[in-house]
């Protein structure tokens, strides 16, 4: 494991590579939020990445400007800031690791992945996936006090979390119809139907709005991130196999 430093038009992102013996390919994990960080939910992350350099696959992981230990903070960052970003890895990755790009993205990382489909990767696999951030748990930030606050300050903190007016302003105005239009290449979904977080109707509409092969897979009483031991056996079994095929 080697650790890195990449810059962005945001500031210095933390990043972590997975070298494997074999070359098949990198996964890029983009990791959802706020609050959230490299390892992704729970460290399903980590625990991905076990089983993928063993088969053969690098792994990078990395905070998000305002997440982690890369620069800023959790108020900084916005829709624009995880997209300069995503721009940057993208390009560091296809320089640094081995081809196939496999996106991994879990809640708000599908977000990101979904701001530019045109800076495709091969193929993507999306855990509980956020496609529109105004029907997840967002939704009371968006409006009321704490958006007001937001507007007003900069930013609001709720329990120390903390989100900047810019970032939600910008939910609010996004047209997310477009991002469940996923790419036309090989996609992997997987969501649980008890998700308190973000409803597992949004894989559910992007699986039928998309442009190529997606293959789906609701855990029946699942919560956001399928944290449980045998929700994650679920889910490494489907994304192991997934990523042999």
Request: aromatic fraction near 10%.
């Amino acid at each position: 494991m080697s650790a890195e430093i990449v810059k962005s038009a945001t500031g210095n992102l933390n990043v972590v590579i997975r070298e494997s013996e074999g070359a098949l390919g990198t996964l890029l994990c983009l990791h959802g939020g706020p609050q959230g960080d490299l390892r992704g939910n729970e460290n399903i992350f980590d625990e991905i990445s076990k089983y993928a350099v063993q088969d053969g696959f690098w792994v990078c992981q990395f905070d998000f400007f305002g997440s982690g230990s890369s620069d800023g903070s959790q108020r900084d960052f916005d829709l624009e800031t995880m997209r300069q970003d995503y721009s940057a890895m993208l390009d560091f990755v296809r320089q640094r690791c081995p081809n196939p790009l496999i996106v991994v993205g879990e809640s708000m990382g599908a977000t990101v992945a979904a701001l530019d489909w045109s800076q495709q990767a091969e193929r993507h696999v999306f855990l509980w996936p956020a496609f529109d951030l105004t029907d997840t748990d967002l939704k009371p930030f968006l409006s009321g006090e704490h958006y007001d606050i937001a507007q007003k300050n900069g930013y609001v903190d709720v329990d120390g979390m903390e989100m900047g007016g810019a970032f939600l302003r910008q939910i609010n105005e996004c047209d997310f119809s477009t991002f469940f239009s996923l790419p036309a290449h090989d996609c992997l979904l997987i969501h649980g139907k008890a998700d308190s977080a973000v409803p597992f109707q949004q894989s559910v509409r992007g699986a039928i709005e998309a442009r190529g092969p997606v293959e789906l897979h609701l855990h029946p009483d699942g919560d956001h991130g399928l944290q449980s031991s045998s929700e994650r056996q679920y889910t490494h079994q489907i994304v192991r196999r997934w990523l042999s095929s």
